[in-house]
């Protein structure tokens, strides 16, 4: 798995993926790399949470990865995981891996870099179009920041990105750009309009 070095200097991941191609993924990484983690649950736990929080704050001064496969999220484990994830030590990478990637909780998704592995892409709220006519769907959908509370509109426009997401998905510099945004939905209280549009100039 070239994902680390493709998606440099990004550090925290969400892979579309089956059980199968994670177990080969971590015996791959296992061969290059000795401080590999792995994690293989039915459901993500606030447990889980704890341990790989603690994983993320140790920081050794060395490269580490964890890798963490799942089929449920439990929205609890998120509050737990959440400043974690935001700024990870810079030897440090975490890659989360799921079937289903649109059930992680949208404050996950929208601090992490979301990557398809499969070619079957999952059905998204957004269909991706032209350039203007992301621009007038933007204009429609998030006309004002005053239409709804701030979290709901925070879970449409992460959904958004995660369609952009998938839509570059081999584009590795496109897909950076999508993170960042996802990073400034929640930063400095950027209006939700001006970010989409923002990320929409770039990648379309």
Do not use: C, W
């Not at 930063?187 to 100039?201: D, F, H, I, M, Q």
């Amino acid at each position: 798995m070239k994902l680390v070095a493709d998606y440099a200097p990004q550090r925290t991941f969400l892979i579309q993926s089956t059980e199968s191609a994670y177990d080969r993924h971590v015996a791959e990484m296992l061969v290059d790399n000795a401080f590999v983690h792995s994690l293989s649950v039915a459901r993500f736990t606030t447990e889980h949470a704890r341990t790989l929080a603690s994983f993320i704050a140790e920081g050794t001064g060395e490269a580490r990865i964890y890798m963490v496969f799942f089929s449920v999220f439990s929205p609890d484990a998120a509050q737990v995981l959440l400043k974690s994830l935001e700024e990870p030590d810079l030897d440090t990478t975490i890659i989360l891996m799921t079937p289903y990637p649109y059930t992680v909780p949208a404050t996950i998704r929208s601090r992490v870099m979301l990557i398809h592995s499969s070619e079957e892409k999952e059905k998204s709220a957004f269909d991706i179009t032209s350039r203007d006519d992301m621009f007038a769907m933007i204009k429609t959908e998030f006309a004002t920041d005053a239409d709804d509370d701030a979290a709901t509109r925070r879970a449409r426009a992460v959904e958004l990105l995660d369609s952009l997401e998938s839509f570059v998905k081999n584009d590795a510099g496109k897909a950076s750009t999508i993170y960042e945004a996802k990073k400034m939905l929640f930063a400095a209280n950027l209006p939700t309009k001006y970010v989409l549009e923002y990320a929409v100039s770039v990648v379309l």
